[in-house]
């Protein structure tokens, strides 16, 4: 499956950690979103990227694995949206229009692209259920053709479709 989609991360306790070549940051306890598209095959596909956002032990490569790696810091959950497009950037913007963010880094997680920033903290004291619900609503915006979100404790159990318009009561 190829598609775009936004981590829902919940960070614990705070920590420091270096987001690759950017340097060290202080990471405060709360919620972050990271936002990316996925558009090949296998490891690069959707479910395979996703997979791998949620193992805790990888190389770090990319600027988010230094959050993924992190044992107090957990993908909640992953808001998708199928599609052979690129969307992250334009979804990325829709966000930050919703919700107050804040760039955990400048350029964190957007070395390819124009954004201030994928990898974003919110800044406003919510619940995981309100966050998530304003990612679900700029997804709708978006017209999605299908929305999936993974489990909501372990890293390790695999995606599962348990978000959908009909059963989103069940989240
Ligand atoms: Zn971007």
Redesign the pocket.
């Known amino acids: 499956m190829k598609g775009t989609y936004t981590l829902l991360l919940v960070c614990k306790r705070s920590f420091r950690t270096k987001i690759g070549k950017l340097g060290y940051v202080n990471v405060r306890k709360g919620h972050y979103l990271y936002t990316g598209s996925a558009l090949g095959q296998g490891a690069v596909s959707l479910e395979g990227r996703l997979r791998r956002h949620r193992e805790v032990s990888k190389k770090t490569r990319w600027h988010i694995d230094y959050f993924t790696a992190k044992r107090n810091c957990t993908v909640s959950v992953a808001v998708c949206l199928r599609s052979r497009q690129r969307l ?2 334009s979804i ?1 913007h829709a966000l930050a229009r919703r919700l107050n963010v804040r760039p955990v880094l400048p350029r964190a997680g ?1 070395s390819d ?3 201030q920033a ?1 990898l974003v903290k919110v800044v406003s004291s919510m619940s995981d259920r309100r966050v998530l619900d304003a990612v679900i609503r700029v997804y709708e915006d978006f017209r999605q053709l299908n929305q999936f979100s993974s489990d909501t404790a372990s890293k390790s159990r695999g995606l599962l479709p348990i978000y959908s318009r009909k059963r989103r009561e069940r989240f």
Do not use: I, Q, R, V
């Open positions: 992250e950037c990325n957007s692209c124009a954004c994928h």
